[in-house]
């Protein structure tokens, strides 16, 4: 009885080293890669009108102007002015 205990574990031990053990393999590795590139896109809609911006400050009062020549002297003119009505 010693002998066949033993004689079945040393055949089952030589059956389990005897079969070839396979790793799993792994799963593929994906890559994303971007494809072409699409149409283009519809044009937006208009934008909205700004806003109207705010008033400036007045400017500085001009120089001025240099006094102007003498008039001739006066002689026979007449002056004809018309009657209101």
Known sequence: MKH??????LITSLGL????????????????VPGPAGAPGATG???????TGTTGATGATGDTGNTGKSGKPGGNTV???????
């Open 17 to 32: 080293c005897a079969c070839e053990k396979t790793a799993p393999t792994p799963a593929p590795v994906t890559v994303v």
């Open 4 to 9: 066949t205990i033993l004689l079945a574990a």
């Open 45 to 51: 809609a208009a934008g909205n009108d700004g806003a």
């Open 79 to 85: 002056v004809v002015v018309p009657a209101e009505k």
